[in-house]
């Protein structure tokens, strides 16, 4: 157990490496040779500190030389036993020699967390050898938190960065730093998107210095900080009565406020803006595009090096969509491939995974790909918001492992999201991954332990996107706890099933959002917040699903062909997204041979019993792990289990009295 009053997560050096532990894991003793970095470089300096964290055992000693060498990748590194085509070197020295490489100082810290977490993996010398560049040149995290300290969609505790209006700086955000750069991040958005109450301020002289404090530590480890900004902050705080992006008063009051923030905070990455979206002000107000909103502030923004990301989630949540052409699912697309290179240079969409709202199962996003002049970025969530709130385990990595997988049709090669979102098929300078995180003050920093799966999974997946989910879920349980190789595999076998599991007894085939309003923990089959205009779902006595077909909302169009085709007809449509297109009856009959509704008994039936599985088995970790995980996670279970059966018989019997039709199983349906 950590000292601290919060958990080292993976980079528990102590509890992982020495004698007593269950693999025998000796890290030895290090010594560090720089060869054409700059010593004092705070990056290098940060590199340095933790090989020396890292290598804390006694006797072996391990030689470590970080070397600048122009070749490797941007932020990439190599590590090898050999410098500059000899070994002779490590002939000569009588200790494990590693030499990384790096043209760059991230890069060589990188390598640095490289080294250690083989090391920790129990990997020895000479068989540590790596050679890597990050796919995504923006690998981010997006905090959600708000500066009273309370996080919107969190679900660990309170804020670490703001308590009650303030700024905290202190030991835990040096470790969150090294926890983010261990797994690649480059960039970390501190606040929420909805930029509310003394969040506006945050460019103000109010907190220039505490924000500076913390983007100097950010700093040291690589990390560039950004800030959510308040589109409105002309009115609000400049006192100006509009804000509309193409007024004279307004662009010169950005220009003023802008030099000042970067006079303050001359590192800082740039804005992320939310805006026309939920209540948020933005450019259509004032009758402008978001391309005259994001640019206006790109161009001011552009000669200190910060760039704009511009949140796609833009939708009118009040539409009335009694009229079948209305569907939020299109707003992303309908607001933005209009104005598919009308985006400055130093502009870049942040784009869902999804046309609506990090559910579950959804169809990618038809905008990743379909805008193909513009740079964009994929945000994806690991707070759990719909997907369990970190009580239920489900590891999302399988699903963000689809999303980049899936094959947009933009052009004859290099069309995957994955592609797209990394810059390659359109070369764009900016473009990336972000996450809204999961992480609050908790001790073990994710709320359920087992959601720092997630929190680690996205930071190395974003870095190389050819990691299989279970090599990453595997390099987890293997850094965080210590466990003999049976239970290691089942705890690796528990997170890559527990997303298809958490699916299989909330809401069926994609149609998604049958969750308590507002909240989103829980199940309310017609519980769609915005619902004034009839259930989301559609379902009455002879089927549910929403038609989104050339026939129903056009959203199926949206993509480029063949998957406009395949997913306009219910017999191409991929099964797990059969109801997010297309209205089907009951007694249609799936390819298992199994109806609608049979589906929808048996997926309930069995994901239930396969989470009570799962809690059963966790029982086996007792004494295996540290008392406080186990605690944890055990409780977690407990609410799981009890979710998963008021799911199960919520769903079960509302569609056994839609339908009226019987499970033909003859089981209970309360
Ligand atoms: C969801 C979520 C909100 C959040 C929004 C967003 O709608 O429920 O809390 O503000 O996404 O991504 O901006």
Redesign the pocket.
């Known amino acids: 157990m950590s000292e601290k009053g919060w958990s080292q997560l993976w980079l528990d050096y102590a509890s992982k490496a020495g004698k007593d532990s269950v693999n025998g894991i000796r890290m030895g003793n290090v010594n560090v040779d720089i060869k054409d970095f700059d010593v004092d470089n705070r990056v290098i300096e940060s590199a340095v500190k933790e090989l020396n964290r890292a290598f804390c055992g006694d006797n072996d000693k391990v030689k470590v030389t970080l070397v600048r060498n122009k070749e490797v990748a941007k932020e990439g590194y190599r590590i090898g036993n050999i410098i500059g085509g000899s070994n002779e070197n490590v002939a000569k020295s009588d200790a494990p020699e590693y030499v990384i490489e790096a043209s760059d100082e991230n890069g060589a810290l990188y390598g640095v967390f490289h080294l250690i977490r083989e090391k920790l993996m129990g990997k020895e010398y000479p068989n540590i050898c790596a050679d890597c560049a990050p796919s995504n040149p923006l690998r981010m995290m997006n905090h959600w938190d708000n500066m009273d300290g309370s996080i ?2 969190g679900y660990s505790g309170r804020s670490f960065f703001f308590v009650g209006d303030e700024i905290v700086v202190n030991e835990r955000t040096v470790d969150y730093a090294r926890f983010m750069a261990s797994v690649g991040i480059n960039g970390v958005v501190i606040n929420n ?2 930029v509310k109450w003394a969040a506006t301020d945050l460019i103000t002289t109010r907190f220039f210095d505490k924000v500076k404090e913390l983007s100097d530590i950010f700093g040291d480890y690589g990390i560039k900080l950004y800030l959510s900004l308040n589109f409105a902050s002309p009115i609000e705080l400049g006192g100006l009565p509009i804000c509309d992006p193409l007024d004279k008063d307004v662009i010169n009051w950005w220009k003023d406020k802008i030099k000042e923030v970067y006079d303050h905070l001359p590192d800082l990455g740039g804005f992320l803006v ?1 805006a026309d ?2 209540g948020r002000p933005g450019p259509f107000t004032y009758g402008r595009t978001q391309a005259d909103g994001a640019n206006m502030l790109g161009d001011i923004i552009a000669q200190y090096g910060g760039i704009i990301i511009w949140r796609c ?1 833009v939708y009118n949540c009040t539409q009335d969509w009694r009229d079948t052409k209305t569907d939020r699912a299109r707003a992303g697309y309908d607001y933005f491939k209009g104005l598919d290179g009308e985006y400055h240079d130093n502009v870049i969409l942040q784009i869902k995974n999804g046309p609506m ?1 990090f559910q579950i199962r959804e169809p990618i996003s038809p905008l990743l790909g379909g805008l193909t002049k513009t740079n964009q970025m994929l945000e994806v969530q690991i707070a759990q ?1 719909y997907t369990g709130h970190q009580i239920d385990v489900c590891y999302l990595i399988p699903m963000f492992k689809e999303i980049l997988g899936f094959k947009t049709y933009c052009r004859d090669d290099l069309d995957t999201v994955a592609d797209v979102i990394s810059g390659r098929t359109m070369g764009n300078k900016y473009a990336g991954m972000a996450a809204v995180i999961n992480t609050g003050n908790d001790y073990n920093w994710t709320g359920n332990d087992l959601a720092a799966a997630n929190l680690y999974g996205f930071g190395r997946l974003a870095f190389n996107t050819e990691l299989s989910s279970e090599e990453i879920a595997r390099e987890w349980v293997r850094l965080t706890f210590d466990l003999e190789q049976d239970l290691e595999d089942k705890l690796v076998d528990m997170l890559l099933r527990s997303r298809e599991i958490y699916e299989k007894y909330t809401s069926p085939l994609g149609i998604g959002w049958m969750v308590t309003p507002s909240d ?1 923990y829980g199940p309310s089959v017609d519980g769609y917040e915005y619902s004034r205009w009839g259930t989301y779902h559609r379902a009455d006595h002879l089927g549910l699903g929403v038609d989104r077909t050339d026939k129903g909302t056009g959203y199926a169009q949206q993509y480029y062909s063949p998957n406009a085709e395949m997913y306009n007809d219910p017999k191409t449509c991929p099964e797990n997204l059969l109801l997010f297109f297309h209205h089907i009856p009951y007694t249609w009959k799936l390819a298992s041979g199994q109806s609608l509704i049979q589906y929808i008994y048996d997926s309930h039936f069995e994901g239930c019993a396969e989470a009570e599985e799962l809690a059963e088995t966790w029982k086996e970790f007792e004494g295996k792990v540290s008392d406080r995980t186990y605690a944890c996670v055990s409780e977690r279970f407990g609410r799981q289990v009890y979710n998963a059966r008021e799911w199960r018989d919520q769903v079960n019997s509302y569609f056994y009295r839609k339908s009226g039709i019987s499970d033909e199983k003859g089981r209970t349906i309360y």
């Open positions: 919107e969609r998107v909805n939310k979206s939920e989630f709202d918001e989103h």
